[in-house]
Structures are given as C-alpha cells and as structure tokens.
T-cell receptor, first 112, second 111 residues
Framework: DAGITQSPRHKVTETGTPVTLRCHQT?????MYWYRQDPGHGLRLIHY???????DKGEVSDGYSVSRSKTEDFLLTLESATSSQTSVYFC???????????FGSGTRLTVV | EDKVVQSPLSLVVHEGDTVTLNCSYE??????LLWYKQEKKAPTFLFML????IEKKSGRLSSILDKKELFSILNITATQTGDSAVYLC???????????FGTGTRLQVTL
C-alpha cells in the first residue's frame, strides 16, 4: 500500500466557512489526486498534482483549491463551504512503476 | 469529454451464482482500464487491463478487455456474500493519468 492518510476522517462544518482536508503519503509518489464521491455520480476528479507546486483542475473543481508544497502532502481547501459540497472525499496516489492507484480511507464532510 | 458507463446499476444474486458486470468507455487517450471493489471505505484494486483479449484472473474473479469495441467485463463465479460491494470501473487516460470512473455496479449476494 502507498501509506495514504487522510485527515480528518469526519467533519461537520457550517455553510460559508473555509475547510481544509489533508492527504499525506509516505511513498514519495509524484502524482496525487482528490476525488469526491456522491450517490449516482461515482467518483469525480476535483484536482490533481503531478509534482510539488504543480497542480491542475479536474472536472468538478469549482469552489475548491489545492496546494502541494511538499511531495508527501496534498491539501484540498473549500474556500467557502456550501451544502452541495457535502460528500465523501478520497485522496489517491499513483505509483508510476506499475500504474497502480491507491486510495486513502476518505473524509466524510457534511456542510450544514 | 471522457465517459465510462457501467451496467447494470445494481444486481441481486444468490450465493453460488455467476455474475457478469459490464463497463463501456469513450476516452480520448486510452492507457488502461481498472476495476475496483468498494465496500464501506476506499476502493480496493482488483485488475488493470491494457491489452485486448488477455484475461486477468484472481481466484473467482476474472476480467477481459476489448479495445476494439471499447468495453470490459468483470466475471465473478460461485459468488459469496463477501462479494457484496460496489464494483467500480475506471479508465486511465490523458495527461497525468487521471482516472475517469463509472457510477459503479452495486452487487448484493444473498444466502
């Protein structure tokens, strides 16, 4: 396993507040991804990173920003949380040696 | 826009049955197709397919890819209650190997 840790595991926040989710990996993988999972939509890519300070948008990036200041950490920030951002968020990394992807355990975020 | 479609959306079978799950795709730059099993938490990796016609097998699970017709199937033989899960198909394409997922097939295996 890629040793991916997501924090927090659960969070309830109020509409309009900023929220940051953290993904930490111990395998020195270059590629990291943030997905959200919602019923009826499957997993959708929010943002991804292909190296330190190198990030790009996925298909559902509005309202989210990311930062990657170190190889091991990839942060996802909801700038002003809305109820539509209530979801389960998964971080993933990719091992370039075998193209395998590994997912973290997820963060369940509820915006009230 | 890349697209992955899975069918059926859900399936209920009896223990011992054989099931076939389907995944079709339309992507601009195909690299590989992956199958994941998701129970209560994170998706766990089952197979990665890159070449047509070569079956990947792991125990009672097997999968094959048809790059001409743009689909893959996941077979589970002699199903057990522990196979109950959502099965996700994803395609790796384009820059940075982003995964595009289907919405999944929810499989329930009953006694």
């Amino acid at each position: 396993d890629a040793g991916i840790t997501q924090s927090p595991r659960h969070k309830v926040t109020e509409t309009g507040t900023p929220v940051t989710l953290r993904c930490h990996q111990t395998e020195n993988h270059r590629y990291m991804y943030w997905y959200r999972q919602d019923p009826g939509h499957g997993l959708r890519l929010i943002h991804y990173s292909y190296g330190v300070k190198d990030t790009d948008k996925g298909e559902v990036s509005d309202g989210y920003s990311v930062s990657r200041s170190k190889t091991e950490d990839f942060l996802l920030t909801l700038e002003s949380a809305t109820s539509s951002q209530t979801s389960v968020y998964f971080c993933a990394t990719r091992d370039p040696a075998n193209y395998g992807y590994t997912f973290g355990s997820g963060t369940r975020l509820t915006v009230v | 826009e890349d697209k992955v479609v899975q069918s059926p959306l859900s399936l209920v079978v009896h223990e011992g049955d054989t099931v076939t799950l389907n995944c079709s795709y339309e992507v601009t730059n195909f690299r590989s197709l992956l199958w994941y099993k998701q129970e209560k938490k994170a998706p766990t990796f089952l197979f990665m397919l890159t070449s047509s016609g070569i079956e990947k097998k792991s125990g009672r699970l097997s999968s094959i890819l048809d790059k001409k017709e743009l689909f893959s199937i996941l077979n589970i033989t002699a199903t057990q209650t522990g196979d109950s899960a959502v099965y996700l198909c994803a395609v790796d394409s384009g820059t940075a190997s982003k995964l595009t997922f289907g919405t999944g097939t929810r499989l329930q295996v009953t006694l």
